[in-house]
């Protein structure tokens, strides 16, 4: 019961925040003399009517003084926050442009719902190269481990939602998912948990790369 | 002319529509087809032209007393034949053919249109409602009132009987208190 | 054929035509009102305006699969439709719509035609109305019952309690007006409001008229007292197992109750559709008629519903004595 009561005495906090006013309209009479009362003061009083009103005033507003709510979606889009987590994005590096994807296959053994599947082999300068990479988005549940995980954010959440589609399984692969490398000035970085330091620039060295 | 075929009609229809009821074993045919008679009974009021006897009847028979049996038919699985007890079927043979052999000499005696006269002739100057409203209460208003009496009188034993427990609501009722009461 | 004949068949087209047009832009309205009353925009895409939903509705209903339970009675399921709806349509057959008018003689065919004012006028028209409607109320409980379906079932019985209580309401609540009046028949109703606004009878008998209206709402199935398809507690009610066209039909019965019960309001209390001065009668009850309409979408959009019990309280505790008493004192007036 405890932490039921706490909820309720933040959610009165917050009302008392927002300004909004608590009506105190006290016990409803059930039967007699009292209830008789109340109804024909309800009556007279034209409650009702005043209801009536509000929607009215809201139709006024709506239709004449520009206050409709309506977003046409497809067409208009609401901005979404920045940490939203959609569709998986790969970002680059920002000097030579080669994805960060480092291979190690930390978000393949993280995915608790078994969506990213991938396939690595060293290429001619004994460099980790991605050669698969999908993941499954009729599986994947957004939940952001594998953003999480990974150790180099070459993997991080994007803020495209629209992921209806006709079959269970909706495959993306990895160059659907990378940044082109024309649009690299413009790839933004992930500022959440785990992003690059204000100084990594400095930072960033070549992966050794003999063992 | 006109009058004659929707008479006959409206006979048949009426007629076969009440035999289903009869013998239908489906509780949603009979009803159907008891409320379907009921208005074909009223297109010979309007044939006749007792418009307003016609509409009473519409009101009072189709829309509240064959309402109410149809209230009460909710309480059947309307998707299955009904298997009506007959005890015996000798009874059932002798009561229906006296019933019927009764219905025929009490109309037998006014078949001849002679024995047929009008208590209260219509008067062309009035309106169907105002004829009923003069007949009501000036010749048979003694009747009239009594039956009032007797409708009140069932009214207030209605709600009597189904009164006593008006008071409580069970929406007002805390959850608790509705549980331990199940437990008793 | 006389002119009269041709006249009233084309009245007859005029009503069924209309009406069920009527029934179907209803729904557009009804849409585009409760999204503007909600700061919405309502159906917009299809045409301009979104004016061409009704005829994407349509054809949605008109090719949607037909479906019948397999345990329902096949015979009393698609005939509960048609009875909605016919009743609707025959209720309409009492009432006065326009002025009479000749059709003039230039035109081909029907010119000279007598258009009357009423399809038939019998001289119990208002008790003719609400008889029919009385008889609709079969729609809703045979499709409740014949459906096989515990909201059905629910259905059906919330339409028998509540129809049955508000015919006592909406009979009592006309029975003032008709005894000031002293007829029957609606062509007397108009008559006797010729004189303007001031002859209104709603001044006269404004508790009647406010009976009648929430009355009509409950007979109609509209908002505060739409318990036959509740879709928070009953999903659909009596419509649940119901697709296609056999749905569109009781939807078309019910558009034509919300018509018809304007058109009583407008004629039997707000004067019919005599000209006010130079402004012509036509247009007046027309605007009457769309008001009244408007007033039904208006409240959907700003009262809650109510509780089955509260709507039977209402009736037999508040309405119906109500009712009487205001019967009983009309006489007493009428008396002195």
Request: aromatic fraction near 12%; glycine fraction near 8%; include cysteine.
């Amino acid at each position: 019961m405890a932490h039921i009561e706490e909820h309720k005495e933040t959610q009165i906090a917050q009302t008392e925040k927002q300004n909004y006013v608590m009506l105190n309209l006290g016990k409803t009479p059930d039967y007699g003399m009292p209830a008789f009362i109340q109804v024909v003061k309800r009556s007279l009083s034209l409650e009702l009517l005043k209801g009536l009103g509000v929607t009215f005033r809201e139709m006024i507003n709506g239709l004449f003084r520009g206050k409709m709510h309506t977003t046409k979606y497809p067409f208009e889009k609401l901005p979404i926050a920045p940490r939203y987590r959609a569709i998986h994005e790969m970002l680059r590096l920002l000097e030579s442009g080669h994805y960060r994807c480092i291979g190690c296959g930390l978000c393949e053994k993280i995915c608790i719902s078994n969506c990213i599947a991938m396939e690595t082999r060293y290429d001619e300068n004994q460099r980790k190269e991605v050669s698969e990479y999908t993941i499954n988005f009729g599986r994947c549940i957004f939940c952001g481990y594998c953003a999480e995980v990974c150790p180099e954010l070459a993997i991080v959440h994007g803020g495209r939602y629209e992921t209806a589609g006709e079959q269970r399984a909706g495959f993306s692969l990895f160059e659907d998912m990378l940044t082109p490398i024309d649009k690299l000035k413009e790839q933004k970085e992930f500022a959440g948990f785990g992003s690059v330091s204000p100084n990594a620039d400095e930072n960033i060295k070549k992966t050794p790369l003999a063992y | 002319m006109f009058e004659q075929i929707a008479f006959y009609i409206f006979s048949v229809l009426t007629i076969g529509l009440f035999l289903v009821t009869v013998f239908s074993k489906n509780v949603l045919y009979a009803m159907t087809s008891l409320a379907s008679g009921m208005v074909l009974i009223a297109g010979f009021f309007f044939l006749v032209g007792a418009d307003f006897l016609g509409v009473v009847q519409l009101i009072v028979y189709v829309g509240a007393v064959m309402a109410l049996y149809a209230f009460g038919m909710m309480f059947f699985n309307v998707t299955k034949d009904l298997k009506e007890k007959t005890t015996s079927n000798i009874w059932v043979m002798i009561v229906g053919v006296s019933v019927a052999l009764l219905m025929t000499l009490m109309f037998g005696g006014v078949v001849n249109p002679e024995a047929i006269y009008a208590s209260l002739p219509i008067n062309s100057n009035m309106t169907n409602p105002q004829a009923v409203g003069m007949a009501l209460f000036t010749k048979y208003l003694v009747p009239f009132e009594v039956a009032a009496i007797m409708l009140l009188i069932a009214m207030i034993g209605g709600i009597i009987l189904a009164g006593k427990k008006m008071d409580t609501s069970l929406t007002n009722i805390e959850d608790e208190e509705l549980q331990r009461k199940d437990v008793k | 054929m006389d002119a009269l004949m041709i006249g009233t068949i084309i009245k007859i087209l005029i009503i069924l035509l209309i009406v069920s047009a009527i029934a179907g832009f209803g729904t557009y309205i009804e849409r585009k009102v409760l999204a503007f009353m909600q700061r919405r925009l309502g159906p917009m895409h299809v045409g301009p305006f979104g004016l061409l939903q009704i005829a994407a509705d349509g054809i949605k209903l008109f090719t949607k699969e037909d479906i019948i339970p397999q345990n329902a009675n096949k015979f009393i399921f698609s005939l509960a439709p048609t009875i909605t709806a016919a009743t609707a349509f025959i209720a309409m057959a009492a009432l006065p719509l326009f002025p009479t008018f000749t059709i003039p003689e230039a035109l081909p065919l029907i010119g000279g035609a007598i258009v009357p004012s009423v399809i038939a006028d019998i001289n119990i028209g208002i008790l003719f109305i609400l008889g029919t409607m009385a008889a609709g109320l079969y729609g809703p409980l045979l499709a409740g019952m014949a459906q096989s379906n515990k909201w059905g079932i629910l259905g059906s019985a919330r339409t028998a309690v509540q129809f049955l209580s508000y015919e006592v309401v909406t009979g009592l609540s006309v029975l003032a007006p008709i005894m000031l009046v002293g007829s029957l028949s609606l062509i007397d109703f108009n008559d006797a409001q010729i004189g303007g606004i001031g002859s209104w009878l709603i001044w006269q008998q404004p508790v009647a008229f406010i009976l009648f209206l929430i009355a009509g709402f409950a007979e109609t199935n509209r908002t505060p007292f739409d318990l036959l398809e509740h879709e928070a507690e009953i999903i659909s009610g009596y419509v649940t197992e119901y697709s296609g066209l056999r749905w569109g039909m009781f939807f078309i019965g019910e558009y034509t109750n919300m018509v018809t019960i304007s058109i009583i309001a407008a004629v039997v209390f707000c004067g019919g559709y005599n000209d006010i001065g130079f402004v012509s009668g036509w247009l007046l009850f027309i605007l009457k008629v769309v008001f009244f309409f408007f007033l039904m979408l208006w409240v959907r959009a700003a009262w809650p519903h109510v509780r089955p019990d509260q709507m039977m309280w209402l009736c037999w505790k508040v309405l119906m004595p109500l009712a009487v008493v205001n019967v009983v004192i009309t006489g007493i007036i009428i008396m002195l």
